[in-house]
């Protein structure tokens, strides 16, 4: 079936590390895939996309590479900031043409200072 | 402009009271999307319209759940005889297209809590 799953959190860093938040996905065919992100208090937003096969999308000093050998969609960041302690969720397209997005169970990040 | 709002922001319900909790998305926005987000878990897919059309129900739980958008701006999710397991963060988004793979924007969901 169709399904996300992402590495269970949660993750403490302390500022300045690197970051990796693991995400597969199942899916036929090549569906875009997302990260959102939810910061304390507000609602999911999203951070970035990836529309096709090998494209990355970045945004905020995150990164994610579509890497379709894999099916993955990992996030990165060279060095993270305490104002990015939040929790990541990893997402697709339900199906191909469809309407609902599948979330991943999300990570939850905390940086200490 | 104003984003994705919701109200109540908490709600307290006995079991077997119904709710009613509002969606008010962003102007123009075509599509609509409930999520309900269980503790420690991401948003589960529940309904989904295109204007007041409810072109997708099929995350609904059970028939106690129905959602309307009947001019195709604000949205209602209405859960009758609510039960502990209802307890959950109901997220509302929108988006601009129709097609599913482009931005939904969120709101900051509604707390129901049944006792």
């Known amino acids: 079936g169709n399904s996300v799953t992402q590495m269970e959190g949660p993750v403490t860093l302390s500022e300045e590390a690197f970051l990796t938040i693991n995400c597969t996905y199942t899916?036929?065919?090549?569906?875009?895939l997302f990260w959102y992100v939810q910061y304390p208090g507000e609602g999911l937003q999203l951070l970035l996309k990836?529309?096709?096969?090998?494209d990355k999308g970045s945004n905020k000093g995150f990164e994610a590479t579509y890497r379709k050998e894999t099916t993955s969609f990992h996030l990165e960041k060279g060095s993270v900031q305490v104002s990015d302690s939040a929790v990541y969720f990893c997402a697709r397209p339900g199906r191909a043409g469809g309407f609902k997005t599948i979330f991943g169970a999300g990570t939850r990040l905390f940086v200490k200072a | 402009g104003a984003g994705v709002s919701q109200s109540p922001r908490y709600k307290v319900a006995k079991r077997g009271q119904d709710v009613a909790l509002r969606c008010d998305p962003i102007?123009?926005?075509?599509?609509l999307f409930w999520y309900q987000q269980a503790l420690g878990q991401g948003p589960e897919f529940l309904t989904y319209?295109?204007?007041?059309?409810?072109?997708?129900k099929s995350g609904l739980p059970s028939d106690r759940f129905f959602a309307e958008r009947p001019e195709g701006s604000v949205s209602t999710l209405k859960i009758q005889r609510t039960q502990q397991e209802d307890s959950a963060v109901y997220l509302c988004?929108?988006?601009?297209?129709?097609?599913?793979?482009?931005?939904?924007?969120f709101g900051p969901g509604t707390r129901l809590t049944v006792t």
């Open positions: 990836a529309t096709k096969a090998d």
């Open positions: 319209f295109q204007n007041e059309a409810q072109l997708d």
């Open positions: 899916a036929t065919g090549y569906p875009s």
């Open positions: 102007s123009g926005h075509v599509s």
């Open positions: 988004a929108s988006s601009l297209t129709p097609e599913g793979g482009y931005e939904q924007y």
